[in-house]
């Protein structure tokens, strides 16, 4: 029987790490949980069309550090950074209970195309508008191969193409080796909403292998 595991799950303190980086006793670990779950809905929801891959919450006793990493860091900063400065006194004055300091790092994604979590975003719009979810398939495993990965994999499931009995499509090309701890397999799972119903999506994108952790070089 296969033993389904979350790619970046499986390979934590090997070649990744975790999206909140903070250590709490127990009876505080449940507040700054659900403070990093408010300050993650809310920024993804402001900045869908900034193309955001990746929010990493770190924790110090009294700072609270936020770091996007956008496709299009223009739509977060703002003109002279005051978007950026409205959303940090946004956070520390309305869903950070705690009494923390925030501050607020923007980062670019070199290349959109080899995110999953942007790539899936994009897949989401086209299917939102009514464009036929193989074509969609198609269009997206060929830009994330153009953009130089070694593999990918998209999954769709749900009312595909408004039909009466829900299914579930998978298109692949490349190679996936998702039980090689080396390998830097980014994946993301999402949602699109339809007149349908919600169409599901996974994507899944090979780079390459990694030797260390990716988090480390990044800094």
């Known amino acids: 029987m296969g033993h389904k595991v979350h790619p970046r799950a499986h390979r934590l303190q090997v070649t990744d790490s975790w999206?909140?980086?903070?250590?709490?006793?127990?009876?505080?670990?449940?507040?700054?949980?659900?403070?990093?779950?408010?300050?993650?809905?809310h920024l993804n929801k402001k900045f869908k069309e900034a193309g955001v891959d990746r929010i990493i919450i770190e924790r110090t006793?009294?700072?609270?550090?936020?770091?996007?990493?956008?496709?299009?860091?223009?739509?977060?900063?703002g003109r002279g950074g005051q978007g950026a400065?409205?959303?940090?006194?946004?956070?520390?004055?309305r869903l950070v209970k705690t009494g923390a300091k925030v501050r607020l790092n923007v980062q670019e994604v070199?290349?959109?195309?080899?995110?999953?979590a942007i790539v899936l975003a994009q897949a989401a719009t086209d299917i939102e508008k009514?464009?036929?979810?193989?074509?969609v398939m198609k269009q997206?495993?060929?830009?994330?191969?153009?953009?130089?990965?070694?593999?990918?994999?998209?999954?769709?499931?749900?009312?595909?193409?408004?039909s009466e009995i829900a299914r579930?499509?998978?298109?692949?090309?490349?190679?996936?080796?998702?039980?090689?701890?080396?390998?830097?397999?980014?994946?993301?799972q999402g949602f699109a909403r339809t007149i349908f119903g919600c169409i599901g999506i996974k994507v899944w994108i090979y780079r390459g292998e990694v030797f260390g952790r990716k988090d480390l070089e990044e800094v």
């Open 140 to 162: 997206t495993m060929a830009k994330v191969m153009k953009a130089g990965a070694q593999g990918v994999k998209i999954v769709m499931s749900g009312r595909l193409n408004g």
């Open 61 to 77: 006793p009294r700072e609270l550090v936020v770091t996007m990493r956008v496709a299009k860091p223009g739509l977060v900063i």
């Open 19 to 41: 999206d909140s980086r903070w250590f709490s006793s127990a009876h505080t670990f449940q507040k700054k949980l659900e403070e990093d779950t408010i300050v993650r809905t």
């Open 110 to 116: 070199k290349n959109s195309s080899l995110s999953s």
């Open 85 to 93: 400065e409205e959303v940090r006194k946004f956070i520390e004055r």
């Open 130 to 135: 009514r464009i036929a979810f193989r074509r």
């Open 168 to 188: 579930r499509e998978k298109m692949a090309q490349g190679k996936l080796p998702l039980q090689t701890f080396r390998s830097d397999v980014d994946y993301a």
